[in-house]
């Protein structure tokens, strides 16, 4: 240890290495940072088991309410890429507290107001502060952990941040049914609040280490590096393809499909569609430890994507004993959680300065196709739509719902065919010296 220029004191840079990645610390860090994480995919996946009551709220059909979930993504994918440079150059302490704070301000804005666009506009600031946690979470994983571990805590991060995912299924669906949307948005925005604070105080001063390696490189540098690497590309189309299950089917219209589809009720159907994220609990460690252990990456996505797509053409397409399309929604989550090996390959393909810059990119596209299938979906529904109201909001048929998410397995086998682009063999363990987990 050393005083440096400032007077403020300076450690060796192996030395603080070997101390954060052996330290009780870095599973504070990573607690908080899954947290966030947890917060913002509840918040995101709320329409889904409010749409009758956002219908009759706003006076809307299903195309404005596709709309209104996706204003959430028009903020969260254009911020990808700022966010991932920032995070490069100024760490996770002040970007994730602000962000939880601004997604406490935009919940309250959504639960409060009377105008279809006013929510809109709370819906932005929950996709502006959303941004930052997914990212956030890699950050986190890819500096404070080795990389022989990283898909691993990956995995076991996003299985928290499902687990919010099923919270804002069923449990939330129950909420609502008792005491109403508005009051419940409520006291979700005060809960963002407070964990800005939590976050402020837990995280404390982060090792200048981390922020090392970025500070002479010009602020777009990374971005270019990321973009220049054809891999970068084919690797985010296809978690974009990946993806857009979970978003349009977890994300907002699969619990209108079920209750077309079976007859159920709201909570049915959400309890349902959480089945969907525990897949993607229990798939996120378990398939990145399996992609640990065999070094591949390729080989692991395209086979999960090529399962995912069977599967979701029997939940869309077939009719089921409820027990089984139970268990259909969580192998498709299980499966879907391959998708999280895209982020890794992000990781390995790119320049090690560029960690959450090439992280950032991929969620980028991700997002930025999601908020356009949303709504498109909407759209689908809205073009067949029979013209039957049941209390004040549009009903859809389940022939509306097939024709509209048949879009879903044709871009998984686009997605599926990309994959094979991917280069295995790109797997490296350099770094595995520096701690251990």
């Given at each position: 240890m050393r ?38 995919y ?22 404005l309410i596709?709309?209104l979930?996706?204003f959430?993504?028009?903020a ?30 935009g ?6 107001t ?15 502060g959303?941004?930052f946690?997914?990212v ?9 952990f ?8 990956i ?29 419940v ?13 939590l ?18 490189r010009h ?6 590096q ?41 909570q ?28 591949r ?7 999960s ?15 089921w004993?409820p ?29 090690k ?9 991929t ?7 999601g ?41 998984l ?25």
């Amino acid at each position: 240890m050393r005083f440096g220029e400032n007077g403020q004191f300076c450690y060796d840079s192996a030395i603080m290495r070997s101390d954060v990645k052996n330290s009780s610390l870095k599973w504070v860090v990573w607690g908080l940072a899954a947290f966030f994480y947890f917060y913002e995919y509840l918040l995101r996946i709320s329409p889904s088991v409010m749409v009758p009551e956002l219908m009759d709220a706003f006076d809307v059909g299903a195309g404005l309410i596709g709309l209104l979930a996706a204003f959430y993504l028009y903020a969260y994918s254009p911020l990808q890429l700022p966010v991932g440079v920032m995070m490069d150059r100024f760490g996770v302490r002040r970007l994730l507290s602000f962000a939880s704070l601004i997604c406490g301000v935009g919940t309250i804005f959504f639960g409060l107001t009377g105008e279809i666009w006013v929510a809109c506009f709370g819906r932005m600031l929950i996709g502006a502060g959303s941004a930052f946690a997914f990212v956030g979470m890699i950050y986190v994983c890819s500096h404070w952990f080795p990389k022989g571990k990283q898909a691993l805590v990956i995995g076991l991060a996003n299985s928290i941040g499902m687990l919010g995912a099923v919270f804002g299924g069923g449990p939330l669906s129950v909420a609502v049914h008792l005491y109403q949307w508005r009051p419940v948005m409520m006291v979700l925005g005060v809960a963002g609040i407070l964990l800005a604070g939590l976050i402020w105080v837990g995280v404390g001063r982060e090792p200048a280490h981390f922020f090392k390696e970025s500070e002479d490189r010009h602020i777009l540098s990374s971005l270019k590096q990321v973009m220049k690497n054809r891999y970068s590309w084919i690797n985010a189309f296809v978690a974009v393809f990946f993806y857009l299950t979970t978003s349009v089917v977890g994300g907002l219209w699969g619990v209108p499909f079920l209750q077309a589809a079976y007859g159920w009720d709201r909570q049915a159907a959400g309890f349902a569609i959480s089945m969907l994220f525990i897949g993607w609990m229990v798939g996120g460690p378990l398939i990145g430890h399996i992609s640990d252990y065999m070094k591949r990456r390729q080989g692991v996505l395209s086979a999960s994507m090529l399962v995912t797509t069977v599967l979701l053409c029997a939940l869309i397409f077939l009719k089921w004993h409820p027990f089984v399309v139970y268990l259909l929604l969580f192998f498709i989550g299980l499966f879907s959680a391959a998708e999280l090996l895209n982020f890794s390959y992000a990781i390995e393909v790119n320049d090690k300065k560029s960690k959450a810059t090439a992280v950032a990119f991929t969620n980028c596209l991700i997002a930025l196709v999601g908020s356009i299938m949303q709504p498109a979906i909407g759209v689908l529904l809205d073009w067949h739509w029979a013209g039957k109201m049941v209390d004040g909001a549009p009903s859809y048929s389940l022939e509306n719902y097939h024709i509209a998410l048949s879009a879903l397995p044709i871009l998984l086998i686009v997605g599926f065919l990309l994959s094979f682009f991917l280069r295995e063999g790109v797997f490296h363990s350099d770094d595995h010296a520096e701690g251990t987990n």
